[in-house]
């Protein structure tokens, strides 16, 4: 595993989500790479995203590329967009029912894969 996907990771197992923001020009550089997209300086803060934000889409998974115990499908999977952290969009675990603008609630999980995040809440958040 790369160190920039070990750094996602890590923070996931702690249960702090963390994107990396470049030092020169601010620009949230999601998913992780290792010079800014922007400006190509090679400088990075990692920052907590929280555990709020909007989705921006999300589908059904029908059909498995890979056959993993405990991720049969189907299952959905929704585009969230951190409220901390305006343009970065972060695939996440989601259930039935969710819809695109709903604001939600998500925490990091364990799975056979390794850690992701996942949808706890839906509705008006604070
Ligand atoms: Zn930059």
């Not at 923001?21 to 990692?46: A, I």
């Not at 996440?92 to 996942?118: N, Q, W, Y």
Request: with cysteine; aromatic share 8%.
């Amino acid at each position: 595993m790369s160190e920039l996907l070990s750094t996602w990771t890590d923070g996931l197992i702690r249960g702090i989500p963390r994107v990396p923001r470049c030092e020169k020009c601010g620009l949230w550089n999601w998913y992780p790479q290792p010079s800014c997209r922007s400006c190509q300086v090679s400088e990075f803060t990692w920052h907590d995203i929280g555990a709020e934000g909007v989705v921006h889409t999300w589908t059904e998974v029908m059909r498995a590329i890979d056959s993993v115990d405990g991720l049969e499908p189907p299952y959905v999977v929704a585009l969230v967009e951190p409220v901390r952290t305006p343009g970065v969009r972060i695939p996440m675990r989601a259930r039935r029912g969710i819809g695109i603008g709903d604001r939600v609630a998500f925490e990091p999980i364990s799975t056979p894969l390794g850690p992701v995040l996942e949808i706890s809440s839906t509705g008006l958040l604070t």
